[in-house]
């Protein structure tokens, strides 16, 4: 059985620092973030879609957390096709009087390669001090199934090669019936892992649980189910508290995915308030005492 990393999709979220779930103590980012490792072993880096960080960005975050602690490294927006801000460019990769959003068939000759250097520069210190656990492509909600949108994936992929790659689909064309037993062939074929999701249905961008291990990683993200995922304002989006009946099915439903791969990261994306982190904290607690994995704080891994 693989070993089960639990976690949440950010430790830095505003409404998290200012929820009273770090002590006083941790009040700089480096003390956030080391508060963060001492409960949860694994943790989805989302800062890195919205912009690139710097090198010493990551070698401070590498330099925070323990030995064995791992980040799931969100792919840049302006890689997996979504409109992106050009505020969010480096500075000196900006064209003065363009639009105010780009994607990758606006920006000059080199620009996009550079991009990509840059991030994988990002990545680099995570990558020295064994930390990181993939690289997580989310794609966008309008990109349907089909020839063109794999080889899309499959060049995103070579993009991050040698490194573990995990594929968050949000279109429901890729489970549409025998599109799913496709889906799933064509990204063992590339050895991506999917990302599977527990979200709200009955939405454009619904997709279903498909609780299938597509490479040696398997990733599961909890989105929740507000009723009010459609309205656009995160707070709401994601504004829901996993019940214990619902925890205590997905441990079952989490153990019996984690015997088919050698790890497994979930993590909890219903960010608002501190309640991502007790919900990843219970669903920890639930798979220990149901024996499935090795579900420790960091801490108590090194």
């Known amino acids: 059985m693989g070993v089960i990393r639990v976690g949440t999709s950010s430790w830095a979220d505003r409404e998290l620092v200012t929820s009273g779930w770090y002590p006083r103590s941790a009040n700089t980012p480096a003390g956030r973030l080391g508060w963060y490792a001492r409960h949860f072993p694994v943790v989805e880096v989302d800062t890195s879609y919205y912009a690139i960080p710097a090198p010493e960005t990551t070698q401070g975050w590498v330099d925070a957390t323990p030995d064995r602690f791992t980040f799931d490294v969100k792919a840049f927006s ?70 063109a949108a794999e080889r899309r994936i499959a060049e ?58 597509t490479a040696e990683l398997a990733v599961m993200r909890f989105h929740g189910h507000s009723d009010d995922w459609a309205t656009g304002d995160k707070r709401e989006k994601f504004r829901y508290a996993y019940g214990e009946r619902e925890l205590c099915r997905w441990s079952e439903l989490l153990g019996e995915l984690a015997g088919d791969s050698t790890e497994l990261h979930v993590l909890f994306n219903n960010c608002c308030a501190g309640q991502a982190q007790r919900d990843a904290g219970r669903l920890a607690e639930l798979l220990a005492e149901a024996g499935h994995g090795s579900p420790a704080p960091a801490h108590a891994l090194t």
Not at 82 to 102: E, I, M, Y
Not at 113 to 131: H, M, S
Not at 182 to 194: A, G, N, P, Q
């Open 78 to 147: 302006l890689f997996t096709g979504h409109p992106t801000p050009v505020a969010a460019l480096p500075r000196d990769l900006r064209s003065a009087g363009g639009p105010s959003r780009v994607r990758r068939r606006d920006l000059p000759a080199g620009v996009h390669d550079e991009l990509w250097a840059r991030f994988r520069a990002a990545l680099d210190p995570i990558v020295a001090a064994g930390k990181l656990g993939a690289v997580l492509l989310q794609l966008p909600p309008w990109l349907r199934r089909g020839a």
């Open 156 to 213: 995103l992929a070579r993009r991050c090669r040698p490194l573990r790659v995990a594929v968050e689909l949000r279109h429901g064309s890729w489970f549409d019936g025998r599109a799913a037993v496709e889906t799933v062939e064509f990204l063992r074929t590339h050895e991506l892992s999917l990302v599977c999701v527990d979200m709200p249905q009955g939405h454009p961008s619904s997709v279903p649980p498909v609780l299938i291990a």
